[in-house]
Each structure stands twice: as structure tokens, then as C-alpha cells.
């Protein structure tokens, strides 16, 4: 099959690599003309384990290929799939101008019968605005097909290959028969094809990423009981997650959820319960526990130190909003970043991966590190943000040695209390005592 992929960002090039893995024909195309100069030199703009191989792989097998020409990629492919950025507003009003747009760029290119999958997470109703737009631009026919995605970015490859489920919403089944054909060589282990209404299909992928966010709320609520009641948040989770009912994922508490997808969703289905007068105040909680996560853990931070603040110097370990990526958009270290620097302090951040996409926001305004334990050079106090693995067993008496004061703030809890203390730390954890 020859596939055309709009947009090369986290979900599109991840999709596009893919479908090339399985022997399809793939060009991915882009508006952004150094993101596609990078990627036909088989260099990847994002950072996403397993993917920069996999691309050389199937660029030197000739399946997969990069473009700024839509016309082209769409006259040159049959299925041609959105992965188009759809980003909201704080009010969750989504803006769909960029995927609209593109439509209506396929509609004017099309020189016959088209499949459309729309990839993007958009709000119900979004399926049947671009069929009127193919209706109304396009010279010939077209499918609309929901196909959500649920990948996992840090684990999106993975994600990708082996789907705990594929979602697609279309209303025509000789459309669906392509769908599971392409689907088919990732859902080898019994995985579902669910097809379903394109509306549903929209609303699932809200559906699941709210009740996600609903769970890390609720945890972060318990840890904080947890944290006035003297029992320890760790030991809760375990015996809340082994609950069958419940499982364990999704349960850690600590500095709340971030990232481009959970924040932007849960506002969206806010917006639309609003606008539909439909109650919605759990929603609205789940987004105000998170938000209010942060708050408390700048304060946490600004409380010890006092007035001088201004004096010290705190490392941040970690920026990315999870381990395994270098996605910071929505990264709750990017608040408490400008939180500790408008309250005057030196900021030093090392993170694996992101370090490019924090030099780009913030210059010179902070430090950036290449290693992680020269970043602690000095400081006053280290704060962990990110759960990277390579801060999951550190040597403390170097990091003792290193820090001039000895406080770590942890937003990950990724150290045990009892350890810390022994190692003359004061340890700041979530949903556990201070020690
Ligand atoms: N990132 C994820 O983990 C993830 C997971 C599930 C779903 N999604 C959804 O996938 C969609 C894309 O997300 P992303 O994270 O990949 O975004 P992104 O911002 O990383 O990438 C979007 C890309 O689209 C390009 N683009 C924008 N308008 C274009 C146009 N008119 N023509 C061609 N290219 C255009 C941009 O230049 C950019 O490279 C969103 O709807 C998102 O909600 C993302």
C-alpha cells in the first residue's frame, strides 16, 4: 500500500516508521522544511527509543521517504493519514485550523478515490467537518476514517507494534476491511480491532486519557492524606494496585501529570460539557488536583529556604514531562523552572534528552548541564522532576559531597526516606514524611 503521513511530529513520523517497518510504501510529509532537511538525512527531530534505526532501516530499503510537497505525497498514495498537531487553549477550545488547513490542501491535490484516516485528537464532530470540506473542495471521492491513537510517548514504537487495541470509526466496511488489513501484521497477539461510529471512536480517545489523569489525581489526593496521617503512599499504591479491580498502573503519585495530551483533554471535555450545560465538576477536579500539585511543590521548595532564595542555587534532575522522552510541553518542571527563577534563584536543569528543547525557551537564563552529577556542583538543593532511570540508584555520598546543602526535593519519589536520612539528607517526598 503507499501511504502518505501529514505531519512529522511525535505521532506522524512514529506512524509513518512504522507501516514502513511492515513493508508499505510511506512518505511523510511536513510544512516544516528543517524538520524534513533533518529527516532525509535520517535524523530524527524528536527522541523516541528505537525510532532513529528503524528509520535509516526502511530509508535505505526505499519505503520510506521524506517531502514538504503535500500535492505530491497525496497524489502518490492511496491512504493518507492526519498527524497534525491539535492543540487547545487553557479555556479548551481546540484549534483545528492546522488539520482544517491540510484538508483542504488533500482536497485541492486529490486526482481520484482517497482514504482519509485522521490520527489527531479532536473533539467529536471533527470527522464529519472534514468530510464537508473534501465535499465541498474535492473534484473526486473520499473515506474518512477515526483511527485515535494511544501510543505512549518514551514507548511509542512499542506502542505502535503491539497496540493494546486499534480503534476505527467509519461508517463504510469495505473501508474497515483496509483498515484491518493494514492493522493486521501489529495485532498478531490477539490484540481487538474495535470498529465503532466515528463519533464514538473521537470520544474514546478523551474517554481513556481522562480517566487516566482521574487516576494520578485521585492517588495524589490519597498521598496527601497519606503525608498528614504518617503512612507512606508507596506501600498504599502496592496494596491499591493489586487490587484486580483497580490494577497497578497509572497510580504513582507526585508533581501531577504534564505533556501535550492529558492536560489539553481533560480541558477540552470540560469545555464540552460546559458548552452543552452538562454538570462536570469531577472533571474539574481532576484538572485543579493537578494543577494545584505543582503549586505546592514550588511552595514546598520556596517555604524552606526563605528569604534566601536568592542566594541559592537549586539543580533540577530531569525536564521532560516523563522518562524516555524530550517532549517538555506542559512539563511540570517548566513551572517550577520559572517559579524558582522569578523568586531569584540560580537554576542549573540536567536532563538526558531535552537539554535542546530548554536551551530554545530559555537561553541563557538558566544553566544546562551536560552530566548529571557535575550539575550538583554547589547546589543548594536538588530537585527531581523527571523519573529517568539513570536517578533511580545515584551514589549519595558523591551527591553529598558534590551539594552544598544537602536537601533534595523529590517530585518523583523515587528514593526511600529511611536511606536519605541515613545518608544526612533532608528528603522532601510526595504523600510520605518529610525526614
Ligand atoms: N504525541 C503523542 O504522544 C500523541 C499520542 C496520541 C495522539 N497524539 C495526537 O497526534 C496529533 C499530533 O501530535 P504530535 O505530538 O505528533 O504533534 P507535533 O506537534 O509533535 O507534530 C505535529 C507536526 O505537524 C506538522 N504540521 C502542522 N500543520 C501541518 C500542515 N498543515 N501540513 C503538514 N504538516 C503540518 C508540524 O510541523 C509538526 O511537525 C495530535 O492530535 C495529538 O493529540 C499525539
Not at 493519514?81 to 485541492?108: H, K, M, N, W, Y
Not at 486526482?111 to 464532530?125: A, F, L, M, S
Not at 557535575?374 to 530537585?383: C, F, K, R, T
Amino acid at each position: 500500500m503507499r501511504i502518505a503521513i501529514l505531519g512529522t511530529g511525535y505521532q506522524g513520523l512514529v506512524t509513518g516508521t512504522c507501516f514502513a517497518e511492515n513493508g508499505h510504501r510511506v512518505v511523510c510529509m511536513d510544512r516544516d522544511a528543517d524538520r524534513i532537511a533533518l529527516l532525509k538525512q535520517g535524523v530524527p527531530p524528536i527522541h523516541e527509543p528505537g525510532l532513529e534505526e528503524l528509520i535509516i532501516r526502511n530509508m535505505e530499503e526505499e519505503r520510506l521517504s521524506f517531502t514538504n510537497d503535500l500535492a505530491n505525497a497525496v497524489r502518490d498514495s492511496l491512504m493518507i493519514f492526519l498527524c497534525i498537531g491539535t492543540p487547545a487553549d487553557e479555556q479548551g477550545r481546540t484549534d483545528l485550523s492546522g488539520l482544517f488547513g491540510a484538508v483542504r490542501q488533500i482536497a485541492g491535490a486529490m486526482d481520484g478515490y482517497r482514504i482519509i484516516v485522521n490520527k489527531c485528537t479532536c473533539p467529536p464532530g471533527t470527522a464529519d467537518q472534514i468530510e464537508e470540506i473534501l465535499h465541498e473542495h474535492a473534484g473526486h471521492p473520499a473515506d474518512v476514517v477515526v483511527n485515535p491513537d494511544f501510543m505512549k510517548e518514551g514507548s511509542a514504537v512499542d506502542d505502535f507494534l503491539r497496540p493494546d487495541r486499534v480503534i476505527i470509526g467509519c461508517r463504510e466496511i469495505r473501508v474497515n476491511e483496509i483498515m484491518k488489513e493494514m492493522y493486521g501484521p501489529f495485532l498478531r497477539t490477539g490484540k481487538p480491532l474495535m470498529a465503532m461510529s466515528p463519533r464514538s471512536a473521537e470520544m474514546a480517545k478523551y474517554a481513556t486519557n481522562v480517566m487516566l489523569a482521574a487516576r494520578i489525581s485521585l492517588m495524589n489526593q490519597m498521598a496527601d492524606l497519606c503525608e498528614e496521617y504518617d503512612a507512606d503512599i508507596a506501600e498504599v499504591r502496592e496494596a491499591v494496585g493489586s487490587d484486580a479491580r483497580i490494577g497497578p498502573t497509572f497510580l504513582f503519585p507526585g508533581i501531577g501529570f504534564g505533556g501535550s495530551g492529558l492536560p489539553r483533554d481533560l480541558a477540552v471535555c470540560e469545555r464540552l460539557a460546559g458548552e452543552n450545560h452538562i454538570p462536570h465538576e469531577l472533571l474539574t477536579a481532576i484538572r485543579t488536583v493537578n494543577e494545584n500539585r505543582r503549586v505546592r511543590f514550588l511552595r514546598q521548595i520556596l517555604d524552606h529556604y526563605g528569604d534566601t532564595i536568592r542566594e541559592k542555587r537549586l539543580t533540577l534532575w530531569g525536564a521532560s514531562f516523563k522518562a524516555r522522552t524530550d517532549d517538555v510541553r506542559g512539563a511540570p518542571a517548566l513551572y517550577i523552572i520559572d517559579g524558582l527563577c522569578r523568586a531569584g534563584a540560580a537554576v542549573t536543569v540536567y536532563d538526558p534528552v531535552a537539554a535542546g528543547k530548554l536551551g530554545e525557551r530559555y537561553g541563557d537564563s538558566i544553566a544546562i548541564a551536560s552530566k548529571y552529577y557535575p550539575a550538583l556542583e554547589g547546589a543548594d538543593g536538588l530537585v527531581i522532576m523527571t523519573e529517568w532511570n539513570e536517578f533511580r540508584r545515584p551514589d549519595y555520598t558523591r551527591m553529598g559531597e558534590l551539594m552544598r546543602e544537602k536537601v533534595i526535593f523529590d517530585g518523583r519519589n523515587l528514593y526511600t526516606p529511611a536511606i536519605m536520612q541515613s545518608h544526612g539528607f533532608r528528603y522532601y517526598s510526595i504523600g510520605r514524611k518529610t525526614v
